[in-house]
C-alpha cells in the first residue's frame, strides 16, 4: 500500500495549535516500545481566553490583529479613533481537545471542540476538530506510526464601522468596505506517516 506524507514544518504545527500531533506520537511511542499501555483518555489541547483585538481561527493562527486607536487609511493626519470596544469578545473562547482510546485496539481517536468568538464587528463559529492515531510494529527494532486529523472550516462574519454621513469603513484601518475583502480561513488538516528503526 502506498503512503502518501504531508508535513508542515514544525513553527506552523504549534502555531496551528497541532500540539495534540505530538502528545497523541508520544503515547503511540510508550506503547510501541516499553509495551506500556495506551491511557484510555487525556486532554492534549486545552484552553479558556477573551479575545481583546487579537482573533485566531479554530487552530490558533491570528485572523485579526486590531489596533487599539487607527486613524483613516487615506489621511493618518486625521483624529485617532478607538477601536477595542468593537474587537472585545463578549464570552470567553474555549478550546479543547481530547484522546480516546479505541477498545480492542492500538489507535487513538482525538475529537475536539472550539467555541469560536463573537464581539460587535466580528463573530468566528464554532467548529470541530477529528483525528486519527496508531501504530504498527513491524518487528523488534521498526514501527510505522500514522496521525491524521482536522478542524472542520469555520466561518468569519465581519460588520464596518459606520460614520455620520452611512458611509462604510473597515474598522481596522477605515478604508471604504467596498474596497476590503472579507476575512476567510481554510480547514487546517494533516496526514503523517513515520518510519522509526532502533538500533
Not at 82 to 110: C, D, E, G, V
Not at 171 to 177: K, Q
Amino acid at each position: 500500500m502506498a503512503w502518501v506524507k504531508q508535513v508542515y514544518p514544525e513553527h506552523l504545527r504549534q502555531l496551528a495549535g497541532l500540539g495534540n500531533e505530538k502528545l497523541t506520537l508520544n503515547a503511540m511511542r510508550n506503547q510501541a516500545w516499553t509495551s506500556g499501555p495506551l491511557p484510555f483518555g487525556f486532554v492534549s489541547e486545552f484552553e479558556i481566553r477573551r479575545e481583546v483585538n487579537l482573533f485566531s481561527s479554530n487552530s490558533g493562527i491570528a485572523v485579526l490583529n486590531a489596533q487599539p486607536k487607527v486613524t483613516s487609511e487615506y489621511d493618518e493626519t486625521s483624529n485617532a479613533y478607538a477601536m477595542t470596544h468593537f474587537y472585545t469578545a463578549a464570552k470567553h473562547r474555549q478550546h479543547l481537545i481530547s484522546n480516546f482510546l479505541i477498545p480492542n485496539t492500538k489507535a487513538l481517536i482525538s475529537i475536539g471542540y472550539d467555541s469560536g468568538s463573537r464581539a460587535e464587528k466580528i463573530a468566528i463559529s464554532k467548529t470541530f476538530f477529528i483525528g486519527l492515531s496508531a501504530y504498527k510494529r513491524l518487528d523488534s527494532n521498526s514501527a510505522l506510526f500514522f496521525m491524521a486529523g482536522g478542524w472542520q472550516k469555520e466561518k468569519i462574519i465581519e460588520k464596518p464601522c459606520i460614520d455620520e454621513y452611512d458611509r462604510e469603513y473597515w474598522c481596522p484601518n477605515l478604508t471604504a468596505w467596498s474596497d476590503y475583502k472579507p476575512l476567510s480561513t481554510s480547514p487546517l488538516r494533516f496526514a503523517e506517516v513515520r518510519y522509526e528503526r532502533r538500533f
